[in-house]
């Protein structure tokens, strides 16, 4: 029964009453003794009981409706208001899940596409520094030899911290350009591509220890992709803001996919909202139908747990 229906008969139900007992016996009398008095206001807080218990049920699914609106996340899919309670309710609650599924859709969609942009961009700027700044500075590291070569004994050391400094420059360009295209998963695959990245963030400081299997069930390129980014997101967090000295990556085979777990034990997440790069890492893991956690570790710290269904088809 509908909510309108519940109120109305409720009510009509309370005004019939209240018209059969002043057509019938019963009298008031003026003035109005306190039996009387007993009866009118007992009926009427029936009458108001019954009302707030009829309004109470009925509003209870919008309350639950309103309580999941304010919790929903389009990047943790799953969450749904609940469908039941009057035919007005549930066609609303109905309503909502339907408008938050073409939501999810959309902007999975419109992230599919920006972050496809992204990739094609950062591939853009590693080419151009690799071959225009790497090639320059390089020409300009040869220049400096020669000059070393002939210049007298005074300015040599002056020239050799020149050619250190050009060279660190150069080495810094091919670590940026390696992680804006990471040339070593196009050629060597994902685990040595995550093999390498451990080893570049084992720094002063940080030690990265890599758990990485021999073999993986298959998985899309678009997959191996996003495995690779949120690794290097966790890690980037871990060396920048968690303040550790070990952390640790693991991939394992998992029921029907793979899962990446990247590990420190750092200060932790504290009360501090996500930032970029944890929504960065969402939204990349709704692009393959990914399940991403990052709480707090078993140790202390933070864990980033990501669970990637294999490919339906053969891998690569």
Not at 156 to 172: K, M, N, P, S, Y
Not at 190 to 198: F, H, I, P, Q
Not at 209 to 219: K, N
């Amino acid at each position: 029964m509908s909510l309108f229906w519940r109120i109305f008969s409720l009510n009509a139900v309370g005004l019939v009453v209240a018209t059969a007992l002043l057509l019938g016996p019963v009298t008031v009398s003026t003035p109005v003794l306190p039996a009387e008095a007993l009866v009118v206001v007992v009926g009427l807080a029936l009458l108001l009981v019954g009302n707030a218990v009829v309004l109470r049920l009925g509003l209870a699914p919008l309350q639950r409706l309103g309580r999941a609106m304010a919790d929903a996340d389009l990047l943790r899919p799953g969450a749904r208001a609940v469908v039941a309670g009057p035919a007005e309710a549930t066609e609303l609650i109905t309503t909502y899940n339907t408008m938050l599924d073409r939501l999810q859709s959309e902007r999975a969609a419109g992230a599919a596409r920006a972050l496809s942009a992204q990739e094609r961009e950062r591939h853009r700027i590693a080419r151009e520094l690799h071959d225009e700044v790497g090639q320059t500075l390089t020409a300009v590291l040869l220049q400096l030899k020669r000059v070393a070569d002939r210049a007298p004994e005074g300015l040599r050391e002056e020239v050799a911290q020149a050619q250190e400094a050009t060279r660190a420059g150069l080495d810094e360009i091919r670590r940026i350009a390696r992680r804006l295209r990471p040339g070593v998963l196009e050629e060597l695959g994902l685990v040595s591509a995550l093999r390498s990245l451990a080893g570049e963030f084992t720094t002063h400081g940080l030690s990265v220890r890599p758990q990485l299997p021999a073999e993986l069930p298959p998985l899309t390129e678009e997959s191996e992709l996003v495995l690779y980014r949120v690794a290097q997101e966790g890690l980037t967090n871990t060396a920048r803001h968690a303040a550790a000295d070990r952390a640790e990556i693991s991939l394992e085979p998992v029921s029907h996919g793979v899962e990446l777990v990247v590990r420190d034990n750092g200060k932790g997440l504290g009360a501090a909202p996500e930032g970029a790069g944890i929504r960065g890492m969402r939204e990349r893991a709704l692009l393959v139908g990914a399940e991403l956690s990052v709480r707090p570790g078993p140790g202390g710290g933070t864990e980033v747990r990501l669970r990637v269904p294999a490919a339906t088809g053969s891998g690569r």
